[in-house]
C-alpha cells in the first residue's frame, strides 16, 4: 500500500504539475501547439482506459490512468487561462460552490438521511442553480453512449418519481417488448415480400429493439445493477473463453475456423470450467 501523503504534500504535488505542464506549454513543441480540438480524440480514450482500469480493479493503472486523465484538466485550464477564460483555481473553485450548494443536508439546514433521500433532491437542486439544467434531462450529454445514456435517463427521470411503483412490474414490459421485436423480426424475414416492406420492417424492428434493450436497462437499474459494467463483464468473460478456443487450437496446429462446432463447443465449456 502506499505511504499516506499529508494535505501539504499533496498540495506541493498539484503545485508540481502546474509547474510541469507551464513548462512543457512554453518548451515543448508538441504541447505548444495543443488546443482543446486537438485534445479531445485523447481526452476520450484515456477515460476510457481509465474505465478499463476501473472494471478490472486495477490499482495500479487506476493510479496511472487518472494521472493521464487529471493531465488533460490540468492541459484544458492552462489553454482557458491562455485565452483569458479561466484557469485552475476557477475550475476548482466551482466546483467547490457547486458540490456545496448540492449538498445543503451537509452545508445547510436540510435533513437527507440516505443516499436516495439525497438523489431525490439533487434534481430540484439543479434546476435552482444559476447555469444549471432547464429541464430534467437537459442534464445528460448527447455524446454518452446509448447504453449509459439510457441508465442516466432513467435515473434522472426516477428522481423526480417518474418510476414503476413495484419494480417486479417492470418485467411485464420487458416481457410485452420482447414480443413486439419478435413479431416484427417475424415479418422482416417470413412476410416481407417486395424490398420496400422488408426495408419498413426493418426499421421497425429496430425500433423494437431498442424498446427491448430500453427495457432490460430499466430492469437492470431497478434492481441495482449497473448494464455498462455488467456488460463489460460479459465482454471480458467472452474474450477470455474465446481466446482460449483460438488457443486449442493453436496446439493441435489449425485455424480457429478448422475447428468443428462440437469441438468448439468442447472447449469452450472447459473454459468456463476453468
Request: net charge negative; aromatic share 8%; proline share 2%.
Amino acid at each position: 500500500m502506499a505511504n499516506k501523503h499529508t494535505k501539504q504534500e499533496k498540495m506541493e504535488a498539484f503545485g508540481r504539475l502546474l509547474d510541469v505542464m507551464d513548462e512543457l506549454r512554453e518548451k515543448c513543441p508538441w504541447d505548444k501547439k495543443q488546443t482543446n480540438e486537438s485534445l479531445r480524440p485523447n481526452t476520450i480514450e484515456e477515460t476510457y482506459e481509465l474505465c478499463d482500469a476501473l472494471i478490472k480493479n486495477d490499482s495500479i493503472n487506476i493510479s496511472k490512468e487518472l494521472g493521464d486523465v487529471l493531465l488533460h484538466i490540468v492541459f484544458y485550464s492552462k489553454i482557458g487561462e491562455e485565452k483569458g477564460d479561466f484557469d485552475i483555481a476557477d475550475v476548482c473553485n466551482k466546483l467547490c460552490d457547486k458540490l456545496i450548494f448540492r449538498h445543503p443536508h451537509v452545508y445547510g439546514d436540510v435533513q437527507a438521511n440516505t443516499a436516495n433521500e439525497v438523489l431525490q433532491t439533487w434534481e430540484q437542486i439543479k434546476t435552482k442553480e444559476k447555469d444549471g439544467n432547464k429541464t430534467v434531462l437537459s442534464g445528460v450529454p448527447d455524446a454518452l453512449p446509448s447504453l449509459v445514456k439510457a441508465y442516466r435517463i432513467q435515473d434522472k427521470a426516477r428522481n423526480v418519481g417518474f418510476d414503476w411503483e413495484e419494480r417486479r412490474d417492470v418485467w411485464k414490459k420487458v416481457k410485452e417488448e420482447i414480443s413486439e421485436f419478435e413479431a416484427e423480426i417475424e415479418t422482416l424475414y417470413s412476410q416481407a415480400e417486395t424490398e420496400e416492406a422488408k426495408e419498413a420492417a426493418k426499421q421497425h424492428a429496430t425500433e423494437e429493439f431498442g424498446d427491448v434493450m430500453f427495457s432490460l436497462i430499466n430492469a437492470a437499474r431497478l434492481y441495482k445493477i449497473n448494464p455498462d459494467n455488467a456488460l463489460e463483464h460479459t465482454n471480458q468473460k467472452f474474450i477470455h473463453r474465446f481466446n482460449y478456443v483460438e488457443a486449442k487450437a493453436n496446439e493441435k496446429g489449425q485455424d480457429l475456423k478448422d475447428l468443428t462446432l462440437e469441438e468448439m463447443d468442447m472447449y469452450w465449456n472447459e473454459a468456463k470450467r476453468n
